[in-house]
């Protein structure tokens, strides 16, 4: 079954049905790209600047899958009759509408279509208006709070200038505030949000700053060609005002700097149909062809009213549905792809939904204020028996924006997902030169169950500063399983000092340089050799906060550490 990972009691008019007869939509297969006019040595035509730049920096390939579908190849097929929706040139492949037996006959004859796969009914679409409630089936939960009200007890709000107000605790159960403190709030970074629409972001106070800033790159209707993604649904608008969002003093997102793509990919007026995965599919390769960084969906999918379709546990490998193998393919391009691990943990299907399967797809579950799990988060194993969910955090009353700009709280994965999103903005930015790979892989190794994950919590809660330090030092160009550095500095982040440890016998004297971010050396501390452990280091005293590099220099040898004092 699909869902929206929002668990929604509708409190508000927002929705009204309009009763106009849908066509019946197919995806057509093809069974080549012959014929194009397109190559892989001038990908200018097909792929932004930005997503050629992404890569050239991770030497990542071209390959076929880049290449669009062949024009001809739609033009003919469109001259059957058929309505043309979008191409899915991952797939090889081309959504269609049409309410015609003879149509698909001659689609099915064209020389280059291999197979045709019926992927909705039609029914009713969804627009909006004044009054009448819409068809979701979901569950997850708002609360009739409305602005001004506390949703969450509000206790301390920064570390540093920004005021998070009711976001304070889910942005710093990660620590992701710390990285705001220096700086890093999203600056240079894209994101693109897969959803099913985001009500009123165009005239929300909340999103102001990202327009007056031009951080809205775009947006695109798959789930209605040509539709206005503004008009249909609440959902994508909690979702991005979790990253986004910028009201000091009431919410505050984890990437409040960040550029967005906002693409609507989900219908959400009920009925389950698999062309939404296929809408998703097309998404992606938008916001590949975009030249996003990072890609946040919290939606899933199980079940569909064609029972046909239905995806059994075995389906859950990170290879067999469209969604995943989508998932998989834009993280083979350099992208980070995170997914909401979905509501159906307390369901008979209690897994996780598909794409959070997908082997390169980040799957994020729920855990509540304090950090305790919750049952609602879909579970793992996968069906080839690896671990999911991959990290957690807060799904339970998070702070978002909703409807007409009403800060509120919401429960469920889908609210954990765009918190964990934003997080990664800034902390790709704040360590640009490594890749998805190194950023899945340290933030993992980095959560509060990094030692025993598990198929509820997966490796836990995130921790984003220390993955920043681990990856600043593969930044670096050191080898993290065959260079652990010897010396580690006790705390990391601090606010007075901090201590020098080393994890071995230092047969030679130590050597301890301090430098600022931009390269200025600040002190300079020597040790004798021998055993080395909690030996303050003094010249941080008189230091301001900030951000530093420590060199300690040994046996012929260095490590390079971060330091951040606050």
Known sequence: MKHFFILFFLLAPFYVLNAQKVLEKHVVFLTDKNNSPYSLNNPEEFLSARAIDRRIKYNIALDEKDLPVTPSYISQISATGAVFLYPIKWLNAVAVSTDSPFVLEAILALPFVDSINLASKGGQDGVKGSSGVNNLNGLDAIPPYKIGQPTIPLGNKSTGSLDYGNAWNQVSMIGVNQLHDLGFTGQGMMVAVLDAGFWDVDQGEA?????????????????????????????????????????????????PDAAYWLIRTEDGWGGEYLLEEYNWVAGAELADSAGVDII???????????????????????NTTPIARAGDIAASRGILVLNCAGNDGESPWFHVCTPADGDSVLAIGAVNESGI????????PTADGRIKPDVMAQGYNTAIIYGNGVLTVGTGTSFSTPIVAGALACLWQA???????????????????????????????PNIMATYNVLLYVSLGKDLENELPVFTLSPNPFSGTTFLTANTLIESPVTVEAYAFGGKQLF?????AGLITDIELNGFRQLQAGLYFVKVIYNGKYDVLHAVKY
Not at 231 to 241: A, C, F, M, P
Not at 442 to 459: H, I, V
């Open 207 to 255: 999103f102001a700053y990202l327009w007056q800033q031009n951080l809205i790159a775009g947006t695109r209707d798959f789930a209605t060609p040509g539709g206005n993604v503004f008009q249909n649904h609440t959902h994508g608008e909690s979702v991005l005002s979790i990253m986004g969002a910028n009201l000091p003093g009431q919410i505050i997102g984890t990437a």
């Open 296 to 318: 946040t969906s919290s939606l899933g999918y199980t079940l569909f009213d064609n029972p046909a379709y239905n995806h059994s546990y075995s389906d859950l490998d990170g």
């Open 373 to 380: 799990y919750q049952e609602l988060t879909g579970k793992g």
């Open 431 to 461: 360590v640009p030169n490594v890749s998805a790979e190194n950023i899945s892989s340290a933030l993992k190794a980095n959560a509060s169950q990094s030692t025993s994950p598990d198929n509820f919590m997966g490796w836990g809660i």
């Open 524 to 528: 300079v501390s020597k040790f004798d």
